[in-house]
């Protein structure tokens, strides 16, 4: 019994060693499959903003500036208060004289210095424009804007209990300063986030 056993054991071994050590040629290619169904296109994005995934920006070309050193942004809908509270806002303003694109709140330079402060109320963005001695540019001498871009990364930092954490556009900018982006450089903003300048 242990012969026939240990003879149906190589007969087995030499039938699985013959078909694996054949080889032949490769026959033609199969028919080519079916093509799928087209999927369907996505809806068209909102006019003037410009996004990518968590990355919204909306442009307001040619601003005016208020009665005084102030100019408000209408940003009705877009700036509620868990935007506020919750995600980074990034704010840049282009001017006409210069070209130049200057990060806000900050100083910005149009043959001299000025700050722009930042403030933001749900539904508007203000921006209010100050001499280097703290006092408010007088309206004859506010510069003329192209256009104010603001930038707004959402929060994707959430709590094991679905709650955002306590500082989301800290984090927010603590990996954008991490992967070497500079949030005062528009144009490293617009690269890292592949957004048009």
């Known amino acids: ?73 209408d940003m009705t809908d877009i700036l509620t208060d868990s935007v506020i509270e919750n995600d980074a806002i990034l704010t840049y303003v282009k001017h006409t004289a210069q070209g130049l694109i200057n990060s806000i709140p900050g100083s910005v330079w149009n043959g001299n210095y000025r700050d722009y402060a930042v403030f933001l109320h749900t539904n508007d963005l203000q921006i209010v424009s100050l001499e280097m001695d703290g006092s408010f540019t007088p309206h004859a001498n506010l510069w003329a804007i192209d256009w104010v871009k603001v930038v707004i990364i959402e929060s994707t930092n959430i709590t094991d209990d679905g709650a955002k954490s306590l500082n989301p556009q800290q984090e927010i900018l603590y990996n954008l300063d991490k992967a070497g982006v500079d949030v005062n450089n528009y144009y490293q903003v617009m690269d890292y986030y592949g957004l048009e300048y």
């Open 1 to 73: 019994m242990k012969t026939i056993s240990k003879l149906m054991y190589v007969i087995l071994l030499t039938v699985l060693t013959v078909f694996v050590s054949c080889k032949g040629e490769m026959g033609p290619a199969g028919p080519a499959g079916k093509d799928g169904i087209d999927g369907k296109d996505g809806a068209d994005g909102q006019d003037g903003v410009d996004g990518n995934a968590n990355v919204q920006t909306y442009i307001y070309n040619n601003p005016a500036w208020g009665l005084g050193a102030g100019m408000d942004i």
